[in-house]
């Protein structure tokens, strides 16, 4: 694919971020945001949820609902906490919604574009029921582009946390669409996925529904859009919050979790050549900020490149020490052979120490 290709509507080919989560993909999004050209769709799908690829043509007024009616994620936020990046402000005075009615997009894919998010939320739903009966993908395309639009960028660039889950489902529904993957050691992601409510609950999920025979990670890798949906509908009813003993969840879990997703990523699209994938390892981008952000904005377009942005934006990426080696011994050992497989694939150093 040429890089300066471009779509029926004169946007340059999307381009997916994808990522385990914890691995600093938040921190690429907020510096694609700050660039005049580019949309960056921050958590669209982590909170539209796993119904955003039910059913094979669907009308606006569904896909609507879909966007505006708190789905299962942001109900959980009430039982588990709210994570750090989320942006919609509920203890604001001038707040429209609560948790009981905040809209998946409001939550914040609208509050990461503009300060006038309920303004442009307003806008969007005329748009969004406007549209006929089509593919589910297409809805979605369609929202992002028109968001190209109003905002006057050249291309959108969707970023959700830990979307190497659904990633087959990413590129089954975007075709045309690029890759960047963003990744970091996995023995310092599953220490902070250790301490990140959703992921803390998703590992929790996952070990109550083992003993039933019933593992999530199959489920989104492989299943229908409709059987997921069904299969989280499910997982709903058999998990109570109350019931969840996200104590039990060790580190050695979240290691393994971060391992099976790489391993999931590398095998979906590791053989994509070069203009379709870029890999971006976190360390990088902490080490060398300016040389790798002006990497991965080559990659999207060459017709992208602008010094001023790089030169500001290269003051985001902040070096941080790992807390890994100060772990005791026997633990740095668990959690390194749960990594293995992953960091195999990636290139790192398998070693405990």
């Known amino acids: 694919m040429e890089g300066n290709a471009r779509t029926a509507t004169g946007l ?16 690429v999004s907020d510096i694609l945001n700050r660039h005049p050209g580019i949309l960056s769709v921050s958590e669209f799908f982590s909170f539209v949820g796993p119904r955003a690829f039910v059913g094979r043509r669907s009308g606006g007024k569904h896909m609507w609902r879909l966007y505006s009616r708190p ?10 906490g709210i994570p750090s990046e989320f942006l919609y402000p509920l203890d604001d005075p001038l707040a429209r919604f ?26 969007c739903g005329p748009v969004v029921r406007a549209q006929p009966r089509q593919p589910p993908a297409d809805h979605h395309r369609h ?32 075709p045309d669409a690029r890759v960047i993957h963003v990744y970091r050691d996995g023995r310092d992601t599953a220490l902070s996925m250790s301490r990140h409510p959703p992921f803390r609950v998703m590992l ?32 709903g ?20 979790f971060w391992s099976r997703m790489i391993e999931m990523g590398d095998d979906l699209f590791g ?15 902490q080490s060398s900020p300016e040389s790798e952000i002006r990497r991965i904005v080559r990659f999207i377009s060459p017709e992208l490149e602008n010094d001023a942005w790089l030169r500001t934006v290269s003051s985001i ?12 011994a026997d633990v740095r050992a668990a959690v390194t052979a749960a990594c293995r497989p992953g960091l195999e694939r990636l290139g790192y150093p398998v070693h405990a120490s």
């Open 12 to 27: 340059l080919p999307p381009v997916l971020v994808m990522s385990t989560g914890r691995c600093g993909s938040t921190m």
């Open 71 to 80: 789905g299962r994620p942001i109900r959980r936020l009430k039982h588990f």
């Open 98 to 123: 609560s948790l009981d009615d905040l809209p998946p997009i409001l939550a914040i894919t609208l509050p990461h574009l503009t300060a006038e998010y309920h303004d442009l939320y307003d806008e």
């Open 143 to 174: 929202f992002f582009e028109w968001l190209a639009g109003r905002l006057d960028r050249r291309v959108w660039v969707e970023r959700s946390g830990g979307s190497l889950l659904w990633g087959s489902r990413l590129l089954g529904a975007f």
């Open 204 to 235: 929790g999920i996952r070990n109550q529904l083992k003993p039933l025979g019933l593992d999530p990670m199959a489920w989104v890798g492989s299943a229908s859009g409709r059987a997921v949906a069904l299969l989280d509908g499910l997982a």
């Open 237 to 256: 009813m058999l998990v109570r919050p109350e019931r969840l003993r996200l104590d039990r969840v060790s580190l050695p879990d979240f290691a393994w």
């Open 271 to 285: 053989h994509l050549p070069p203009d379709r994938l870029l890999n971006v390892a976190f360390e990088d981008v």
């Open 317 to 328: 990426p902040r070096k941080t020490t790992s807390k890994f080696p100060r772990l005791e």
